[in-house]
């Protein structure tokens, strides 16, 4: 008789890569996959890949969608502009003599852990 192959479904499971902030960005920025692929050359379909972790991305990408996106690659992989708690977006709405003070005030609360 013959008995079906069982897989295990860590078998099955994808590579997951590094977590990105692709897809909050293009959101951000209003953006379809579509319109972004065709921004950067690529298809919507690989851009999904990425954007999900199932491909990796590489670094002339990376710069290409930074571009289109209006940002730097660092906030590419570091930064969530749809969160309104982080300090980024506190950074991004002060003024050039508040950044200098925010600045200062990390410097102090990471010289004296208070």
Same mark, same amino acid.
């Given at each position: 008789?013959?008995?079906?192959?069982?897989?295990?479904?860590?078998?099955?499971? =994808?590579?997951?890569?590094?977590?990105?902030?692709? =897809?909050?960005?293009?959101?951000?920025?209003?953006?379809?996959?579509?319109? @972004?692929? /065709?921004?950067?050359? #690529?298809?919507?379909?690989? $851009?999904?890949?990425?954007? !999900?972790? @199932?491909?990796?991305?590489?670094?002339? $990408? @990376?710069?290409?969608? %930074?571009?289109?996106?209006? #940002?730097?690659? %660092?906030? $590419?992989?570091?930064?969530?502009?749809?969160?309104? /708690?982080?300090?980024?977006?506190?950074? /991004?709405?002060?003024?050039?003599?508040? !950044?200098?003070?925010?600045? /200062?005030? %990390?410097?102090? $609360?990471?010289?004296?852990?208070?």
């Amino acid at each position: 008789m013959y008995m079906a192959k069982r897989t295990s479904p860590l078998a099955r499971k =994808r590579p997951q890569f590094r977590r990105t902030y692709i =897809r909050q960005w293009r959101e951000h920025r209003g953006l379809t996959l579509e319109q @972004l692929a /065709d921004r950067i050359e #690529t298809t919507h379909a690989t $851009l999904s890949r990425i954007e !999900r972790g @199932l491909q990796p991305y590489s670094q002339p $990408l @990376l710069e290409a969608l %930074a571009e289109a996106l209006m #940002t730097d690659e %660092a906030s $590419l992989l570091m930064r969530d502009p749809s969160d309104p /708690d982080g300090i980024w977006s506190v950074w /991004d709405n002060a003024r050039p003599g508040e !950044r200098k003070m925010i600045v /200062d005030i %990390a410097r102090t $609360l990471v010289k004296t852990g208070s």
